[in-house]
């Protein structure tokens, strides 16, 4: 079960960014979480007539952040921002383990933190390709985009795991 406190709004938060990390956080950890409640074949195994996995959610959570924060944000320069996508779907090579991408969504996570902590929530973002053509977003606006993708996800993630094994979500 998740380490991370569910960060409600009658608790006390030091900063508007502590508060998106507190639901940053949460959220990637019952991701983690519910695909940890799988068994390894139940992970790769779409339960949905959509055909995604899983595992291709942790990965594409993952690419999210990623595209959002460095690349879109920072204005990092990126191999292969879209690299959890193969053929218009999510993508899971067969040789990439489950324990690997939870890693990485974690990581990430670690990256993530420190550019919400070293910037100002009203900071624009770097020019890029990120944003196709338009002005680049406040750190505050892909911060709740952000929060609104992992909760919708997180979301999907409890029917999957209700539909592979009865366990009943929050």
């Known amino acids: 079960m998740t380490d991370v406190a569910f960060p409600s709004p009658t608790l ?3 900063s508007r960014a502590a508060v998106f990390l507190g639901y940053l956080d949460y959220s ?3 991701i983690i979480d519910k695909v940890k ?3 390894a074949a139940q992970q790769r195994r ?3 007539p959509s055909g995604w996995t899983p595992l291709e959610l942790v990965k594409h959570l993952t690419f999210v ?3 959002w924060l460095e690349w879109g944000f920072a204005g990092r320069t990126m191999e292969d921002p879209w690299g959890d996508n193969r053929d218009d779907h999510w993508y899971v090579d067969p040789t990439e383990t489950a324990e690997v991408l939870v890693s990485a969504l974690l990581e990430q996570g670690k990256r993530s933190r420190s550019i919400i902590e070293g910037n100002d929530l009203a900071a624009v973002g770097q020019p890029g390709p990120r944003w196709d053509g338009a002005e680049p977003a406040t ?3 892909v911060l709740f985009h952000l929060v609104h993708e992992y909760s919708r996800h997180l979301g999907h993630l409890d029917i999957v795991v209700e539909l592979a094994n009865g366990k009943i979500g929050e």
């Open 12 to 14: 006390p938060a030091p």
């Open 28 to 30: 990637r950890r019952r």
């Open 37 to 39: 409640e799988l068994d």
């Open 46 to 48: 779409s339960h949905l």
């Open 65 to 67: 952040e990623m595209r």
């Open 139 to 141: 750190l505050e606006r």
